[in-house]
């Protein structure tokens, strides 16, 4: 089985224009911002809207739709009234998500503000446990994103993500823990110091994926070439093949049959007629054997 291949696609003008957008171009799963990706609170989604989307995604599958949590979002934000923002904002997302039908929102596990790591995967770790028990019965999910560690971010280690996945099955069980997964995005883990570009460095960074968090956790992928090298530790995202990764990495990936049947999106530059994303799906699709 090949994966689905897609793109984030703009809501401007409604959420299932964003579909609207993803199936004009071909795309096959789509990632959307659910609400303003630049805001803490937004209005709730119109019950028509809703079933606009709802629709549409038939078309898509729901474990082939995500939404993306805002970028204000810090769950182990230092101060006490960002903190209490971000879990209120996420809790929102996932809200948004289970209303909309998708399967998971996708979030970068936050920044530490230099009091040090531990100290930061203790305060997400706690902060997952606490909104996934807010929104028990819910089928939408978290997936936690693999990031290029700028700063005093965490995930850019695949230890950080087993650290978090584990400290929250402690804490609620199997079932808990099945609503919390991994969604790997290329550019990131690349510049994080994961060699890809080689069939053997592919290999050992995979083997390295399943030692820490199983490659079953990993529910979707980012595709995005790197406009900075290996372990620069810079997250700057570019076209397939133009970057500092190349086209290899992605034909491995793409071809990989663990990871058939995953959505997998780009999050690669682009302007408001898309032509961008369908020059990068070309290519993707060029890739598949």
């Known amino acids: ?74 769950l182990c934000g230092s101060d006490r009234d960002i903190h209490r923002r971000s879990m209120a904002s996420m809790q929102d997302e996932l809200v948004r998500a289970e209303t909309l039908g998708l399967a998971w929102v996708v979030l970068h596990p936050g920044s530490h503000g230099g009091r040090g790591e531990a100290w930061g995967l203790g305060r997400v770790a706690e902060s997952l446990t606490r909104l996934l028990k807010k929104t028990a019965g819910f089928r939408a999910g978290i997936l936690l994103e693999t990031t290029a560690g700028q700063g005093n971010s965490l995930g850019w280690k695949f230890e950080h993500l087993r650290s978090l996945r584990r400290a929250v099955r402690s804490k609620l069980g199997a079932a808990g823990a099945r609503r919390l997964g991994v969604c790997v995005d290329t550019c990131h883990i690349f510049a994080a110091g994961y060699e890809i570009r080689s069939r053997r460095g592919y290999e050992a960074t995979m083997s390295e994926l399943d030692r820490a968090v199983g490659l079953r956790a990993v529910r979707a992928f980012h595709l995005n070439d790197s406009l900075r090298g290996l372990g620069s530790r810079v ?47 070309r290519t993707l699709r060029g890739l598949l054997e």
């Open 1 to 74: 089985m090949t994966p689905f291949l897609g793109a984030h696609v703009s809501v401007a003008g409604g959420v299932s224009v964003g579909l609207e957008r993803a199936e004009r171009i071909r795309c096959e799963a789509a990632q959307i911002f659910a609400k303003n990706n630049k805001c803490w609170r937004e209005a709730p989604l119109e019950a028509a809207e809703v079933r606009r989307f709802r629709d549409r995604a038939r078309a898509f599958g729901r474990r082939n739709l995500v939404s993306h949590a805002g970028y204000l979002i810090n």
């Open 235 to 281: 997250d700057r995202h570019e076209h397939i093949g133009r970057g500092e990764i190349g086209l290899d990495a992605f034909r491995f990936l793409l071809n990989d049959r663990r990871f058939g049947g995953l959505p997998m999106v780009l999050e690669t530059p682009k302007g408001p007629d898309m032509k961008e994303d369908v020059m990068n799906l």
